[in-house]
C-alpha cells in the first residue's frame, strides 16, 4: 500500500479487505482490483511536455525541467492541503482563527514534506503516510493525581518498529520520558482539568 501511495497509484486500484480463514486462523485478506477505467483515464494524459524558456536563461535544460517539476509539487501541495491535510471546511468566523487554521495546515504539510525528505534518506524506505501509521500509538501521556502538585510526562514505550524508526530519523529523544519531561513546561492543572 505504502508502494502504491508513493506511485500515486492508489486510485488505479480498489482495495478490498475481506475476513478470511488461514490454518484454522481467522485473519484478514487484502486483495487489489485494478480499475481499469481509472487507469484509462490517467492514460488520457500521456504524452509528452515541451518546455520553452528565453534564450538568455543563464539555467541549463536540466535546471528549467528540475525547477518545472517543483512548481508541480507546490501544486500538488495544494491540493494535499485541501484534501488529505483537511484545510477545508473551515468552521472558524473570526480572521484570528482562519489564520490559525491555515498555519497549523501548512506546518502539517511542512512536517508530512520533511519527513519525507528525511525518510528518503534514512535506513527505513517508506512513505510519511506509512510512517505515521506506524508511529500512530505512540502518545505523551500526562499523570496528574494532585491539583496543587505539577503534573508528571511519560511517553508511551515504543515498539522495536518505531524504535527503528525513530533512530533512523535521529529521533530517539521524542521517546525518552527524561528528555520529554525536561523540554515541557507544565501548565497548571485545576480541579475541572482532572474531572474532564
Excluded at 161 to 179: G, H, N, T
Amino acid at each position: 500500500m505504502g508502494r502504491l501511495a508513493q506511485d500515486h497509484l492508489i486510485d488505479v486500484y480498489r482495495i478490498h479487505v475481506e475476513p478470511d480463514r488461514d490454518g484454522g486462523r481467522d485473519c484478514l485478506q487484502v486483495r487489489l482490483e485494478f480499475d481499469a477505467e481509472e487507469w484509462a483515464r490517467r492514460r488520457r494524459y500521456d504524452g509528452f511536455v515541451l518546455l520553452v524558456a528565453h534564450p538568455e536563461m543563464p539555467h541549463s535544460a536540466e535546471d528549467i525541467v528540475r525547477l518545472y517539476r517543483e512548481k508541480d509539487k507546490v501544486e500538488k501541495d495544494f491540493c494535499t492541503i485541501k484534501s488529505a491535510v483537511k484545510l477545508r471546511p473551515v468552521y472558524h468566523h473570526t480572521d484570528p482563527k482562519v489564520r490559525a487554521h491555515v498555519t497549523i495546515c501548512m506546518l502539517a504539510l511542512l512536517l508530512e514534506r520533511t519527513l519525507e525528505y528525511r525518510l528518503a534518506r534514512s535506513t527505513q524506505p517508506m512513505t510519511a503516510t506509512a510512517c505515521f501509521e506506524e508511529l500512530r500509538s505512540c502518545h505523551l501521556n500526562v499523570l496528574a493525581t494532585d491539583p496543587d502538585a505539577p503534573p508528571s510526562y511519560t511517553v508511551t514505550d515504543p515498539t522495536q518498529e518505531q524504535a527503528a524508526i525513530l533512530r533512523s530519523l535521529r529521533l530517539q529523544a521524542l521517546v525518552d520520558d527524561k528528555e520529554v519531561a525536561a523540554r515541557i513546561q507544565a501548565r497548571s492543572f485545576y480541579k475541572s482539568d482532572l474531572a474532564g
